[in-house]
């Protein structure tokens, strides 16, 4: 598994694609500081430009790169290594080079002009994120053997985790207005991993008008330690499900 896991991580490291990923994301995030007098200001233009960026690669490059190593695969199932193993290590790799990539072009920036609490929450936060879109990656590259169908799953659930999940809530929440939804909208907010990173990066700059409104009711119940610990908690179930799904099948597909 370790032989697999440095194969896959050096061969995805030596990619052009994550190198100008790791490039596009230290561009935008230099240039954010660099432009803001303001360090709070900063954080919040990298954080909206990471909201959209690392998601969609995370999810688009490795659902992409598990296609067309499928012969590979192939290659590793004729040796004597479990399923379970090759899976674990192609996942294992993937994840590392996506939350390198994500460290050089996002976390050093942050450490060199951000507070540095603000700073940790957000590089442990969005590593996290990074990790939870590649295990979507993997669900939907092991559901199809149909690229184009696969590469499509992929997208369309960044599209509904990036895009649609706030302004499904908000039409839910003006729908129901006259009844006390507000617990309802907290448990909502654990159905978006997105959601939940910029939560968690906002609550730790006190930024309440730039919550909206689930971040808002979020904050109200769970604004202390107990809130980001069942935050990261909740993130941790969006890698374990997705990738322990994916595995399953994996173990089941006929390759």
């Known amino acids: 598994m370790i032989k697999i896991l440095k194969y896959v991580t050096l061969d995805i490291l030596k990619n052009k694609v994550v190198l100008f990923y790791a490039l596009l994301l230290a561009l935008f995030s230099w240039s954010a500081f660099s432009l803001e007098d303001n360090p709070v200001k900063g954080v919040i233009t990298v954080l909206n430009i990471v909201l959209l960026t690392v998601p969609l690669m995370s999810v688009l490059f490795p659902t992409i790169y598990v296609y067309n190593s499928s012969e590979f695969i192939e290659l590793l199932l004729s040796h004597p290594v479990k399923r379970s193993k090759i899976w674990k290590a192609l996942f294992a790799g993937l994840s590392l080079s996506m939350v390198m990539a994500y460290w050089i072009g996002v976390g050093i920036p942050l450490l060199v002009f951000a507070d540095w609490n603000v700073a940790v929450m957000m590089i442990a936060a969005g590593s996290l994120v990074s990790v939870i879109f590649v295990a979507v990656a993997f669900l939907s590259s092991i559901i199809t053997r149909d690229k184009a169908r696969g590469i499509g799953a992929s997208i369309i659930l960044w599209l509904y985790f990036a895009i649609l999940f706030d302004a499904l809530v908000l039409f ?84």
């Open 172 to 255: 839910l929440f003006f729908q129901f207005a006259d009844y006390p939804i507000e617990k309802a909208v907290v448990v909502l907010s654990a159905f978006s991993p997105i959601d939940l990173f910029r939560i968690l990066v906002l609550l730790k700059l006190d930024v309440s008008a730039m919550l909206g409104y689930t971040g808002a009711i979020f904050k109200y119940f769970f604004g202390h330690a107990g809130g980001l610990v069942l935050s990261f908690a909740l993130l941790l179930l969006w890698i374990v499900i997705p990738f322990y799904w994916s595995q399953k099948k994996f173990k089941k597909k006929d390759l």
